[in-house]
């Protein structure tokens, strides 16, 4: 796996310490606990969000009264990199044009890179521009 960029010391420390207590190491947990680490709010929170003794989710997690709306992103995009989680009638608030619209952004493109290492080996940015593409 390529160098992962993390947007802090923070975030790195998060990912690292939460990856230590897992009892896996796959990409559903390295993506989890990569994105899960971008904000403040959902480090903090974590143990509100993910159940480490039974090693799974925690979708009631969602409505917390911390949440904000951007941590809201981080955790609807985390959940969903666990095991494609969307919430039953908040569908669309799961697609991408919900969830990239804030400044988690380029994060959230490194946990999709995390999740799915093999179909992201080489993202380097294409020589020719888009507006020349015919």
Sequence with gaps: ?????????????????????????????????????IAVETRANINQMFDFKNDCIVPEGMHGGWQTSGTVKVCRLAFNLWNNYVEEGREKSFTPEDLFCC????????????RYPEYCRDLSTPKQRIDNVR
């Excluded at 310490?17 to 990569?34: I, T």
């Excluded at 400044?103 to 995390?114: N, S």
């Design 1 to 37: 796996m390529s160098e992962i960029r993390f947007c802090s010391t923070a975030h790195r420390d998060f990912f690292l310490e939460n990856m230590m207590k897992c009892r896996v190491n796959d990409c559903y947990h390295r993506a989890f606990f990569y994105v899960m680490g």
């Design 103 to 114: 400044e988690f952004a380029p994060y959230f493109m490194e946990g999709i890179k995390v």
